[in-house]
């Protein structure tokens, strides 16, 4: 992988801010080398890294995003792993913290803690930026003595899964932006272009093709059934999400469809394994109990798929049988992934199993993304060209018709 140039903000020891630029394949492979440094790395940021930054719309920002608890993660655990005091560390935390809400959580958390509440307590109350596996785990490094590592061990995750994300979103920026561009040339096309045609079309005389007529009828009523079709998408969505998040039968067929569909199916169980087997090794490696990691993990993986899968694990080991036994009477787990379980199990090696599952399935959702966009860009190169064509088409097709006319 070549390197890259990043640019970071970083404190030493003493406290002293430091900024500069460093050489590194990722930003994250950054963070690591200005750790190794003794230095504790606050931002870092590649070149261009402005085009990369999330689009936020107003009143839309308030929950912390996976990008968010990476940073304030590996922030966190470079101080405290220096030797800095948590009411230190979460004082530099909020002071570089630039999202008001986030930042104003942290001021929180920080006052709760110098009130003699444990840290996993302050952030357990607010669930809108600091989920309950990294509390849960927080909690389990309080109890076992163990704070730093766990903080560690939460940065690395969810860099992972950050990580993992935002392959997966540039891959897709392509066909995204081919299809917004398809969506509004087209409406450019009806809401500028047919009108000068059908002005033409008047002059000439004659029946319109039925083509050409739906033109010229999208055209006349465009102004108010792009708004209301706008409109209605809008409505629909926020129904449908609030459906998802209210109804637990319409959310688990809604899931169970997602991992069916036709070429998508297949990258979404794999991205769903991935983030299971994540989760579940992160929590057994910090000394959670297997009851409720799994608890914890089916609450967390996003699916409600592996949410009842994980149900029924959990009954299973709370009367004494092992996790791999019960996981393999759910089609969503792969054989595979039952079998090193299993060896995990045998071995006393769980974590380390769920660990290289987590690793194989970030590898295979990588590479189905890329197989995926590369197979895609033809095919909407295509569809563009078949929408122009067929515009053009339509707005010549009474041309056509007279040409023949006079022909005759």
Same mark, same amino acid.
């Given at each position: 992988?070549?390197?890259? =140039?990043?640019?970071?903000?970083?404190?030493?020891?003493?406290?002293?801010?430091?900024?500069?630029? !460093?050489?590194?394949?990722?930003?994250?492979?950054?963070?690591? $080398?200005? =750790?190794?440094?003794?230095?504790?790395?606050? &931002?870092?940021?590649?070149?261009?890294?402005?085009?990369?930054?999330?689009?936020?719309?107003?009143?839309?920002?308030? +929950?912390? $995003?996976?990008?968010?608890?990476?940073?304030?993660?590996?922030?966190?655990?470079?101080?405290? $792993? &220096?030797?800095?005091?948590? #009411?230190?560390?979460?004082?530099?935390?909020?002071?570089?913290?630039?999202?008001?809400?986030?930042?104003?959580?942290?001021?929180?958390?920080?006052?709760?803690?110098?009130?003699? !509440?444990?840290?996993?307590?302050?952030?357990?109350?607010?669930?809108?930026?600091?989920?309950?596996?990294?509390?849960?785990?927080?909690?389990?490094?309080?109890?076992?003595?163990?704070?730093?590592?766990?903080? =560690?061990?939460?940065?690395?995750?969810?860099?992972?899964?950050?990580?993992? +994300?935002?392959?997966?979103?540039?891959?897709?920026?392509?066909?995204?932006? @081919?299809? !917004?561009?398809?969506?509004?040339?087209?409406?450019?096309?009806?809401?500028? !272009?047919?009108?000068?045609?059908?002005k033409m079309f008047k002059g000439l005389g004659g029946k319109l093709p039925l083509p050409t007529q739906i033109m010229v009828?999208? $055209?006349?009523?465009?102004?108010?059934?792009?708004?209301?079709?706008?409109? /209605?998408?809008?409505?629909?969505?926020?129904?449908?999400?609030?459906? @998802?998040?209210?109804?637990?039968?319409?959310?688990?067929?809604?899931? +169970?469809?997602?991992?069916?569909?036709?070429?998508? /199916?297949?990258?979404?169980?794999?991205?769903?394994?991935?983030?299971?087997?994540?989760?579940?090794?992160? #929590?057994?490696?910090?000394? @959670?109990?297997v009851i409720q990691a799994l608890d914890i993990v089916g609450g967390t993986a996003g699916n409600s798929v592996i949410s009842?899968?994980?149900? *029924?694990?959990?009954?299973?080991?709370?009367?004494?049988?092992?996790?791999?036994?019960?996981?393999?009477?759910?089609?969503?787990?792969?054989?595979?992934?039952?079998?090193?379980?299993?060896?995990?199990?045998? =071995?006393?090696?769980?974590?380390?199993?769920?660990?290289?599952?987590?690793?194989?399935? *970030?590898?295979?959702?990588?590479?189905?993304?890329?197989?995926?966009?590369?197979?895609?860009?033809?095919?909407?190169?295509?569809?563009?060209?078949?929408?122009?064509?067929?515009?053009?088409?339509?707005?010549?097709?009474?041309?056509?018709?007279?040409?023949?006319?006079?022909?005759?």
């Open positions: 992988m070549p390197t890259k =140039t990043f640019s970071y903000e970083a404190m030493d020891r003493s406290g002293t801010m430091l900024k500069g630029k !460093i050489e590194s394949e990722t930003a994250e492979a950054a963070a690591q $080398s200005l =750790t190794a440094q003794k230095l504790i790395p606050l &931002s870092v940021e590649g070149a261009g890294s402005g085009l990369n930054k999330d689009l936020k719309l107003p009143g839309f920002g308030g +929950r912390t $995003s996976l990008k968010d608890l990476a940073v304030f993660s590996r922030q966190f655990a470079s101080m405290t $792993s &220096s030797g800095l005091t948590l #009411l230190r560390a979460l004082n530099i935390l909020e002071e570089q913290t630039t999202k008001p809400k986030l930042k104003d959580a942290i001021t929180h958390v920080k006052n709760d803690v110098q009130g003699g !509440i444990t840290l996993s307590k302050a952030m357990a109350a607010h669930p809108d930026h600091f989920p309950p596996l990294m509390v849960n785990m927080i909690r389990a490094g309080e109890t076992g003595g163990f704070l730093d590592d766990a903080l =560690t061990r939460i940065a690395n995750m969810y860099e992972s899964d950050a990580n993992l +994300r935002s392959k997966i979103k540039g891959a897709m920026t392509y066909p995204v932006i @081919v299809l !917004i561009f398809s969506l509004l040339l087209g409406t450019g096309v009806i809401i500028f !272009i047919v009108p000068v045609f059908e009828d999208l $055209s006349h009523n465009m102004y108010w059934a792009g708004p209301l079709l706008l409109a /209605g998408t809008t409505i629909g969505l926020r129904l449908y999400r609030r459906a @998802v998040r209210d109804n637990y039968a319409f959310r688990l067929r809604m899931d +169970r469809l997602k991992l069916r569909l036709p070429v998508f /199916g297949s990258l979404f169980t794999k991205l769903a394994i991935s983030r299971w087997a994540r989760n579940l090794g992160t #929590l057994l490696s910090v000394g @959670v109990p009842e899968a994980m149900e *029924d694990v959990r009954n299973s080991v709370r009367v004494g049988m092992q996790m791999s036994g019960p996981l393999a009477r759910h089609p969503l787990f792969p054989d595979m992934v039952v079998q090193m379980l299993e060896v995990g199990e045998e =071995t006393g090696n769980i974590t380390e199993m769920l660990d290289k599952v987590a690793d194989f399935y *970030d590898h295979e959702v990588e590479t189905a993304t890329e197989s995926l966009t590369s197979a895609m860009e033809p095919l909407l190169v295509v569809l563009l060209g078949a929408v122009i064509g067929t515009m053009v088409v339509c707005l010549y097709m009474p041309m056509f018709s007279i040409y023949g006319h006079i022909g005759s």
